[in-house]
């Protein structure tokens, strides 16, 4: 049962608890994080009992105690789904079409966890205590690669919202530049931003597919790896536009001197 330490300290990276705002979500995760440590505690008291003296009593209190164990934790990771449902409705970032997804997303894993519930009240012995253990980490798994997806979403919305706004400006400068004479560096400098914000562009198009493909069983860790790496790059295109828009701006105003 020593599996028990690794997804115990798992779960502790994750969340809790319906609330109406993001703090009262977050105070709600703390005091089920503070549970599922007192639960872990007491497991690992009991197994410590039971291997000193190993009867039939203290193993079944050791039993009993894997299952509160469990217990808190899915507690933890269903509260941290609703807390996670709560940041992403509140976000004035994330477009309707994605906070509906995650909803979608939550209330699914929602439904696995209490689910899961029921096959822990079921358990009776230590070896269904392991074989119900396995079959949370599954779900647990494939609850992580939905998170996952729909951070990396998030994340490739957010810096769309960037370029956008690089993009508008790319055109704004252009149109003032259009009405000078000798602009040719002018031009060039933004010429080059553009080069780089269809880049961008192409680049948050590929992690967008990447995170998408995110799915468990398959290989979500090394599509989020790519995914992320696709969206880096996009962001090293928008800080090279940035900066050529930025030096075109600069010699628009050195005009006016």
Do not use: H
Not at 159 to 168: M, N, T
Not at 180 to 189: H, P, R
């Amino acid at each position: 049962m020593k599996k028990f330490i690794a997804f115990a300290l798992l779960l502790l990276c994750v969340g809790v608890v319906s609330a109406v705002t993001i703090g009262e979500a977050r105070n709600s995760w703390l005091n089920a994080k503070e549970m599922s440590v007192a639960a872990a505690a007491e497991y690992f008291a009991a197994k410590t009992t039971y291997n000193t003296d190993p009867t039939e009593e203290n193993k079944q209190e050791m039993t009993e105690d894997g299952k509160a164990l469990l217990n808190a934790a899915l507690d933890e990771a269903e509260a941290w789904l609703v807390w996670r449902d709560v940041v992403a409705q509140e976000s004035d970032v994330i477009s309707d079409e994605l906070k509906a997804d995650i909803s979608t997303d939550v209330a699914t894993n929602i439904a696995k966890i209490s689910a899961l519930r029921t096959e822990v009240d079921s358990v009776d012995t230590l070896l269904n205590l392991g074989v119900t253990y396995l079959k949370i980490l599954g779900k647990y798994s494939e609850l992580i690669a939905d998170v996952a997806k729909n951070v990396g979403k998030s994340w490739c919305e957010e810096v769309g919202i960037i370029a956008g706004k690089l993009e508008d400006y790319e055109s704004k400068l252009r149109a003032i530049a259009d009405t000078l004479e000798e602009n040719t560096d002018i031009i060039a400098q933004i010429d080059d931003a553009k080069s780089e914000l269809s880049t961008a562009r192409a680049n948050l198009n590929s992690a967008k597919g990447r995170y998408n493909e995110i799915k468990y069983p398959g290989t979500p860790l090394l599509k989020f790896a790519e995914g992320n790496s696709n969206l880096n790059a996009a962001k090293a295109n928008l800080l090279e536009a940035q900066i050529a828009l930025t030096t075109a701006n600069n010699l628009i105003a050195g005009r006016g001197e």
